[in-house]
């Protein structure tokens, strides 16, 4: 009986900790909700069911305890499936998948609010400002040093200085990578 109390009370002191190693995901609608409480950008990862890149977006780059770490602390974060069903209220539209097929396995139909994004391929990482409005999409997979780059340019509103791929070239070449990757 002691063991079994004692395993209880170890497990409820390392629940904290193991759920603050994760990105607290939300729903667009309730991402844009927390916006009117407190401002603060959005990090939308739009992802399929089939993608393989995806899959590996979650494994390898937002289970880094510094992507996660810094996308909760300045970004509310939404896990977006682009071929999914979630009905999402965005700027006085509602978007829905109205083709889309339960019966299916693997592709499916473009969720409305995918193709608003102009979502062109899985991944997608889209970033909103505090006031909820699209800055864009950045397709394709990145890795926790690749991402950081993009996290930090919105984050610091350096994005809006760069007004040429020469200018996005010059500050890549520039940034200075903190975050720590694991081998």
């Known amino acids: 009986m002691e063991k079994i109390i004692l395993s209880i009370v170890i497990l409820l002191f390392m629940a904290p900790a193991?759920?603050?190693?994760?990105?607290?995901?939300?729903?667009?609608?309730?991402?844009?909700?927390?916006?009117?409480?407190?401002?603060?950008?959005?990090?939308?990862?739009?992802?399929?069911?089939?993608?393989?890149?995806?899959?590996?977006?979650?494994?390898?780059?937002?289970?880094?305890?510094?992507?996660?770490?810094?996308?909760?602390?300045?970004?509310?974060p939404v896990k977006f499936n682009a071929e999914g069903v979630e009905v999402v209220n965005y700027r006085e539209h509602t978007f829905t998948n109205p083709e889309y097929d339960p019966l299916r396995k693997g592709r499916n139909s473009t969720h409305q609010f995918a193709r608003?994004?102009?979502?062109?391929?899985?991944?997608?990482?889209?970033?909103?400002?505090?006031?909820?409005?699209?800055?864009?999409?950045i397709p394709g997979y990145r890795n926790p040093h690749q991402l950081e780059l993009f996290l930090k340019l919105f984050v610091d509103e350096d994005y809006k200085k760069i007004n040429s791929p020469e200018a996005f070239q010059t500050y890549s070449a520039g940034f200075e990578n903190e975050f720590k990757v694991s081998n």
């Open 18 to 76: 193991v759920v603050s190693q994760e990105i607290r995901w939300m729903t667009m609608n309730d991402a844009l909700e927390a916006q009117k409480k407190k401002p603060k950008k959005i990090f939308l990862d739009a992802y399929t069911t089939w993608c393989g890149p995806c899959k590996l977006l979650d494994k390898n780059t937002f289970s880094n305890e510094d992507v996660i770490k810094y996308i909760n602390k300045h970004y509310y």
């Open 116 to 137: 608003a994004m102009k979502i062109t391929g899985y991944p997608s990482l889209v970033f909103f400002d505090e006031k909820g409005a699209l800055i864009g999409p």
